[in-house]
Structures are given as structure tokens and as C-alpha cells.
């Protein structure tokens, strides 16, 4: 089994900075593509950012230069750092890998819990 635990959410006030972590833990042999993800009250879930075992990234034009995406592979953990935030970053932000179990295996997507993040104007 695959676990994705998400921390770091909470309440800040407009202009404020987060940190949100992701760990991943179980029976794991490699983690490809690792993402952050957020939906809002009433809206889909949407891609924030994405980041390569190679620690290629890409993000959604609505956080370009105010998030950073990064990875520990070494601990198995991926980070959101999240500056000069706005009201309408408001969302639970979910982490997303994908994850290989066993070298014979195939690869398989998993989703942690989600983690609330909101922003006050």
C-alpha cells in the first residue's frame, strides 16, 4: 500500500506565505511525476504544479512566480512553497505521484487526502 500525507495548510492573510509538504511512504521502488493539485468550493480540481524525477517543473499560469515546486527523493517528499498569496489561492491542495511498487509492476496514481489552505483578504 501507498500513502500521500499531506501538512502544512491553515489560514494566512493575503500577501502571506505557506509551505506545504507531502510525504510518501509504503512499498515503493520509484516515484515519477509528483504534482500539487487544489480545488475551490464548487470547482473542479485543478493542476497548481508538476515536477519530474528530474526535477523538471512546470506550473499553472495563476502561480507562475509566487509558487515553487520542489523534491526530496531521498525522503520521498515533495514541497509547495507558496508566497505572496492571494484570496483566490483558496482551495484544499492535494498531492499526486506516480508511483511504481515492484519492478514487474506497472505505474499507478495516488492521491493524498488534501490539505486546506485559505487565504484572508
Known amino acids: 500500500q501507498v500513502q500521500l500525507v499531506e501538512s502544512g495548510g491553515g489560514l494566512v492573510q493575503a500577501g502571506g506565505s505557506l509551505r506545504l509538504s507531502c510525504a510518501a511512504s509504503?512499498?515503493?521502488?520509484?516515484?515519477?511525476?509528483m504534482g500539487w493539485y487544489r480545488q475551490a468550493p464548487g470547482k473542479q480540481r485543478d493542476v497548481v504544479a508538476t515536477?519530474?524525477?528530474?526535477?523538471?517543473?512546470n506550473y499553472a499560469d495563476s502561480v507562475k512566480g509566487r509558487f515553487t515546486i520542489a523534491r526530496d527523493s531521498a525522503k520521498s517528499t515533495l514541497y509547495l512553497r507558496m508566497n505572496s498569496l492571494k484570496p483566490e489561492d483558496t482551495a484544499v491542495y492535494y498531492c499526486?505521484?506516480?508511483?511504481?511498487?515492484?519492478?514487474?509492476?506497472?505505474?499507478?496514481?495516488?492521491w493524498g487526502q488534501g490539505t486546506q489552505v485559505t487565504v484572508s483578504s
Open positions: 509504503g512499498s515503493i521502488v520509484s516515484i515519477g511525476v
Open positions: 499526486n505521484a506516480d508511483v511504481l511498487r515492484s519492478w514487474s509492476s506497472t505505474w499507478e496514481n495516488y
Open positions: 515536477i519530474t524525477s528530474g526535477g523538471s517543473t
